[in-house]
């Protein structure tokens, strides 16, 4: 499956964002999703992650309350809204897909994105 992130951009502090994630090639019902970011001179970490029915949903504790993971199957997308942005959500947003049921691992995902830039100024 083939993934694509977009949204990106530059916002002020407490704003909101909202990124999507079109899938194509194979369908994304297929695989569990999810979002993850790095920040220059970091490490790729998680940021949410869905079941493929969207019956699980979890995030990191950085931005539980203030982002939301979504996904519509018949339109094969995925989605983040990211609300109340912080200066340290600055970063590139991967969309992801795996197999792995529950995973918060880089090491586990299937196939990425290329990648969105959201930079957060103060």
């Known amino acids: 499956v083939q993934l694509q992130a977009f949204g990106g951009g530059l916002v002020q502090a407490e704003a909101s964002l909202s990124l999507s994630c079109a899938a194509s090639?194979?369908?994304?019902?297929?695989?569990?999703g999810g979002w993850f970011r790095q920040a220059p001179g970091k490490e790729r970490e998680f940021v949410a992650g869905?079941?493929?029915?969207?019956?699980?949903?979890y995030y990191a504790d950085s931005v539980k309350g203030r982002f939301t993971i979504s996904r519509d199957n018949a339109k094969n997308m995925l989605y983040l809204q990211m609300n109340s942005l912080k200066p340290e959500d600055t970063a590139v947003y991967y969309c992801?897909?795996?197999?792995?049921?529950?995973?918060?691992?880089?090491?586990?995902?299937?196939?990425w994105g290329q990648g969105t830039e959201v930079t957060v100024s103060s």
């Open positions: 992801a897909a795996t197999t792995a049921y529950g995973t918060d691992s880089a090491q586990s995902i299937d196939y």
């Open positions: 090639g194979r369908t994304i019902s297929n695989y569990n």
């Open positions: 869905i079941s493929r029915s969207a019956g699980y949903i």
